[in-house]
T-cell receptor
């Protein structure tokens, strides 16, 4: 069966520090991968999505970036965190263009 | 461009009442997919239903039902005889076939069921 893991689960970082959140999917090939952010009490904002290795579509042109070095690995990064980067980050996957998304457990980031 | 609007930010009802969560979407595509997700206090997102644009039949699953109306671009979700365990944030989402794999979500509706 397919599973998705993301880590770390919780992160507290100072402003200006770097960030790396990692997500891996098991049990499927060539998944479409997604990063969403949920600010406190807010909705889900699509940050990046990827339909293949090295293919990244960005929805948020801020200080975040994403990479997909392997088929089932999706990484969210920042060189310098801002206070506004605090939130709940969710990785998700699906196969093809029509199915539902399956979400990871989420990573809660607090920037101080 | 695709857009999903959930105008109800928060809803609070007493247990056993029926409640309807509204979802209005915008798209230029004729082929698209709509979804509902539940986010309980634990934070994980739970998939509830998927509907494609060519299937306007209403769906019922236990106490949950969904009303898809293309004429009003709405995909509303009704919980019958609500229970405390239904308390969660509910999200509606849209995926356009022409936008490859992009899926966008509404801002969510926080539902509180009071005992």
């Amino acid at each position: 069966s397919q599973t998705i893991h993301q880590w770390p689960a919780t992160l507290v970082q100072p402003v200006g520090s770097p960030l790396s959140l990692e997500c891996t999917v098991e049990g499927t090939s060539n998944p479409n991968l997604y990063w969403y952010r949920q600010a406190a009490g807010r909705g889900l904002q699509l940050l990046f999505y990827s339909v293949g290795i090295g293919q990244i579509s960005s929805e948020v042109p801020q200080n975040l970036s994403a990479s997909r070095p392997q088929d089932r690995q999706f990484i969210l990064s920042s060189k310098k965190l801002l206070l506004s980067d605090s939130g709940f980050y969710l990785c998700a996957w699906r196969t093809g263009y029509t199915g539902e998304l399956f979400f990871g457990e989420g990573s809660r980031l607090t920037v101080l | 461009a695709q857009k999903v609007t959930q105008a109800q930010t928060e809803i609070s009802v007493v247990e056993k009442e029926d409640v309807t969560l509204d979802c209005v979407y915008e798209t230029r595509d004729t082929t698209y997919y709509l979804f509902w997700y539940k986010q309980p206090p634990s934070g994980e997102l739970v998939f509830l239903i998927r509907r494609n644009s060519f299937d306007e039949q209403n769906e019922i699953s236990g106490r949950y039902s969904w009303n898809f109306q293309k004429s009003t671009s709405s995909f509303n979700f009704t919980i019958t005889a609500s229970q405390v365990v239904d308390s969660a944030v509910y999200f509606c989402a849209l995926s356009e076939y022409s936008s490859a794999s992009k899926i966008i979500f509404g801002s969510g509706t926080r539902l509180s069921i009071r005992p």
